[in-house]
């Protein structure tokens, strides 16, 4: 069990840590380690990936640090939970100044890594982590999702082969007070974060705002959509429309 406390957690700036979970002489029950960060008086866009390192799960909480002491104890209140657990687990959070930690649980012993990073306020989300996996596109696929400050993006992972050329838009849905941007990344260096030269395109927006469209993406690859929050709460309708060329 460790407790890691990463102190401020400065604008573009990401915490990578390795670690195990493991219980001293193994047994059963459940392992746990803790992340502390803090942020300042400026809204963070927050974003945490955990990548376990065997084919056993993880689960990942975000926690208000109620009393500020860097430890996770009976006061502390969950923020968001990332789910029930998974080799990749994702938070992106919205967050006011104050203090956090997220916390990582398995039921058997497993290496992990863990990665913190904080982007601009209602920017693109700074992490390249497989959120959702569509497989290599081959035939057009329609997804929805709904996006808000306890999940400000959603990343698509899909596979292109040299034979396609994928159209995608992003309509935004309901009463279309919130507001999406897009763009499609390749984490060329498999470090989980998407650097300054791993953003392929960017979606253009329609003059309201409320689609979202990138036209004739080409190359064999590997390529994560990035669906971000610029403004509120929204539902999306995301389609991908494969052409074969
Ligand atoms: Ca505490
Ligand atoms: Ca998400
Ligand atoms: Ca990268
Ligand atoms: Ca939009």
Redesign the pocket.
């Known amino acids: 069990m460790a407790n890691v406390n990463l102190g401020f957690l400065g604008f573009g700036t990401t915490q990578s840590r390795n670690g195990t979970l493991q219980r001293p002489g193994g047994g059963l029950g459940i392992r746990t380690d803790t992340y502390a960060f803090e942020t300042g008086s400026i809204t963070a866009n927050v974003a945490i990936t955990s990548r376990s390192f065997s084919s056993e799960k993880i689960a990942l909480v975000l926690f208000n640090d109620n009393n500020a002491d860097g430890i996770l104890n009976t006061g502390d209140t969950v923020r968001v939970n990332a789910g029930s657990g998974g080799t990749v687990q994702?938070i992106?959070s919205t967050l006011s100044k104050g203090h956090y930690i997220a916390r990582l649980t398995s039921v058997f012993d497993t290496g992990y890594n863990v990665q913190l990073a904080r982007g601009t306020s209602n920017g693109a989300n700074p992490l390249a982590a497989p959120?959702i996996s569509l497989g290599t596109i081959s035939q057009d696929l329609q997804k929805r999702g709904r996006i808000s400050d306890n999940?400000n993006?959603?990343?698509f992972a899909f596979t292109l082969d040299g034979t396609s050329s994928l159209n995608v838009n992003v309509r935004e849905l309901g009463n279309k007070k919130g507001n999406v941007n897009i763009r499609v990344v390749q984490d060329l260096d498999s470090d989980g974060v998407v650097d300054s030269n791993e953003v392929v395109v960017r979606g253009v927006s329609s003059r309201n705002g409320n689609l979202d469209t990138i036209t004739g993406l080409q190359g064999a690859g590997d390529y994560i959509l990035q669906v971000c929050q610029s403004k509120g709460n929204t539902r999306f309708a995301a389609s991908f429309d494969h052409v074969a060329v």
């Open positions: 994702t992106n959120e999940n993006a959603d990343n």
